[in-house]
């Protein structure tokens, strides 16, 4: 069984078709890729799966069960987590109160005066630990207004997946980045591969394909192919719509 299933999932605004009875499945551990042009319909699926918009029809299932009726907040609880295309992070409090704070929201508590001092300590701890996974332990007492793009990308990632999601949904992890900066993000996500389900929208290409384990593409809402990367890439129709443009 899949553990995200997307079943004929239609939006539209007005005349315009965001996307076009959408089938897709996401099998667990592994890397999907999300490609295709700009107003493919790539950002309205993901906002449909996180409960930010309403389809018009069709249906989304996590683990089995329906999610599609769903408040974005408990589709957070049932297990998806989401980073965007630009960082949604708390600029003005440090990295490791970033952290803190996505570790209370996973765990549904806050700090008190009569909490033990073990379980705050607990947390913190947890929160290092995340930071040092992706390189940012140095950075733990700076504030994320200071933090390069890059960084700040990497403090999103580690937020998501503190939520322990069954899903990770990554909206373009690699907007905005310079060329080291997307190398060091891509290494990032490889070392993920098989440990976390990621549903991934992206446009670097290099990027795509070292990470994918199948990949989607989507044209004017509607999927065109899903397959292997290797596949898609030799796809002449891929090629006529997306990639050639990328090329």
């Known amino acids: 069984m899949s553990i995200l299933a997307i079943q004929s999932l239609r939006k539209t605004f007005g005349g315009l078709v965001a996307t076009n009875d959408v089938s897709l499945s996401i099998e667990e551990g592994e890397c999907h890729a999300l490609i295709g042009p700009n107003g493919a319909g790539k950002t309205t699926l993901i906002s449909l799966l996180m409960g ?17 009726g769903l408040p974005a907040h408990a589709r957070v609880h049932a297990g998806i987590a989401r980073s965007y295309q630009v960082t949604n992070l708390i600029r003005k409090r440090s990295v490791l109160d970033n952290m803190r704070l996505a570790l209370i929201g996973r765990d549904g508590s806050a700090f008190t005066f ?38 700040q990308r990497a403090l999103e990632l580690a937020l998501a997946l503190a939520a322990k999601p069954a899903v990770v949904l990554l909206d373009e992890p690699m907007a905005g980045l310079g060329r080291e900066e997307t190398i060091a993000m891509t290494a990032m996500l490889k070392k993920l591969r098989g440990s976390v389900t990621i549903l991934l929208v992206e446009h670097d290409m290099h990027a795509v394909f070292e990470l994918a384990d199948r990949v989607t593409v989507l044209v004017s809402g509607t999927v065109l192919i899903t397959g292997a990367p290797d596949e898609v890439r030799s796809d002449r129709r891929v090629h006529e719509v997306y990639l050639g443009e990328e090329g």
């Open 114 to 151: 009569f909490k033990p001092l073990s379980r705050e300590t607990a947390m913190t701890d947890e929160a290092h630990d995340w930071l040092d996974r992706f390189g940012l332990s140095n950075r733990a007492e700076d504030h994320v207004a200071d933090l390069s793009h890059g960084e």
């Open 52 to 68: 930010d918009m309403k389809p018009n029809s069709g249906s989304i299932s996590l683990r089995g069960k329906p999610i599609d």
